[in-house]
């Protein structure tokens, strides 16, 4: 997301998105980058999970709503772990929290939406959010697309 901006991402940081299981692996479940406020939120579906994804954005703006959608039950292949069967206890765990197979989205808005925000000038150097937000005016329903980032979760090995 940064290609081309002139930022070196090694120079930064970052907390490892983990998901600790305590009597059994801490894992590396969301990816390796700055997620350092994740908060799952009710998807409306049994099956899945939902969680809201937020850390670094090296001052490029606007930075888009990212979120994680995990299929409960499935492991890194999209086949259902027997949760009495011979998968560790680890897959297990992260299978029943739908963490084994998921992606990351992020929120895309067409370039000529932005005014109806009250963002007459998309500026990458501005915090464009802040201007929506301060706007008592702005619409608050509006239409958007969720991306599917590259990262997938591939397992172990």
Request: aromatic share 10%; net charge neutral.
């Amino acid at each position: 997301m940064f290609e081309g901006k002139g930022i070196d991402t090694n120079d930064t940081l970052g907390l490892a998105s983990v998901v600790v299981d305590i009597a059994n692996d801490t894992v590396p479940a969301l990816g390796q980058s700055g997620y350092e406020k994740i908060m799952p939120i009710n998807p409306g579906q049994s099956d899945y999970v939902l969680i809201v994804m937020a850390g670094y954005n090296h001052g490029v703006e606007p930075i888009p709503l990212r979120l994680y959608v995990g299929k409960k039950g499935i492991d890194a292949n999209n086949q259902k772990v027997d949760q009495n069967g011979s998968a560790s206890q680890r897959d297990k765990f992260l299978a029943r929290n739908g963490l084994l197979y998921g992606k990351i989205y992020g929120m895309a808005l067409k370039n000529h939406d932005f005014a109806k925000l009250g963002i007459r000038k998309i500026d990458t150097s501005e915090k464009v959010l802040d201007t929506y937000q301060a706007n008592p005016h702005a619409p608050d329903h509006f239409e958007v697309k969720f991306v599917p980032t590259s990262y997938q979760w591939k397992g172990w090995d």
